[in-house]
C-alpha cells in the first residue's frame, strides 16, 4: 500500500502496519545512470515489498547526506543535522497518527548519512517513541549469494547499474567504464573530486538488464525477509 493513494477512512484501520520509508540522494552515478539512482531503486524495491508483505510505503526522502560526491556536478547534499531533523519529525509524525513500527531502507549508503539514520532510530527506540526500528540500506542486503562479478562494488558499478538497466533502460547512458576511487587512507581531503573524478566505485561494463532482475528480485526477498521480522515482533 503506497501512501499518497489512500484516503482518510482508509488510513485509520492501518496503525498496526509496518511503515516502510524509503530514502535516496540526488547525486553523481558517473557518466551514465541518472542522479535519481538511490531513489529511484530504493522506490521500486520498497514499492515491491510493500506489495508481498502488506506493508504501508512512505512517499520517498529523496536527498541525502553526500560526503565523498558533493563536489561533482548534480549531487545536492544536505547536512548530517538537516537529515536528523527532518527524519525525526516524520517519524514523529507517523507516531502522532498511531504507528509504531518502521523500516528505513535507504537506497544511499554513504557512511554519514546511515549514521544520521541510526542516530534518530537509536534516540526514538530508546524514548520509547517507537516500538520496533530497522534500518539498512542497500549494501546491507548484498552478500555472495547476489551474484555480483565485481568484488568491490560500490557506486554506479555492476549492481546499481544492472538495476536501473532493468527498472528504467532508457536512462541509462554512454560512458561507464570500470574505476575505483583513490583517497589517501585514514587521511581527510577537501577536494574529493581530485581523487574520484569518474564517481564510479566499481564495474558498470559487465552489468546488465537480466543481472538486474535476478539483482532486483534477490533484494525484495531480503528486504521482506526484515519486515516480515518486524511484524513479528511484539
Known sequence: MELLSLRMPEIENLKSTVVIIPFGSIEEHGPHLPL???ALTAIALTREVGRKTNSLVAPPVYYGVCRSTKEHPGTISITPRALRTLVKAIIKGFVFQGFRRFVLFS?????LHMAALKEVGEELVEQGLVEQMAICSILDLIDEDLGLETKND???GELETSLILYLYPEWVKEGAKEDY????SYLLVKEKRKYWPSGIWGNPEVASQEKGKQ???YLVEKLV???EQIKKEQ
Open 154 to 156: 560500490s557506486h554506479a
Open 181 to 184: 576511487p583513490q583517497f589517501p
Open 225 to 227: 525477509c526484515i519486515v
Open 36 to 38: 535519481g539512482t538511490d
Open 107 to 111: 537506497g544511499h549508503a554513504g557512511s
Open 215 to 217: 539483482f532486483f528480485s
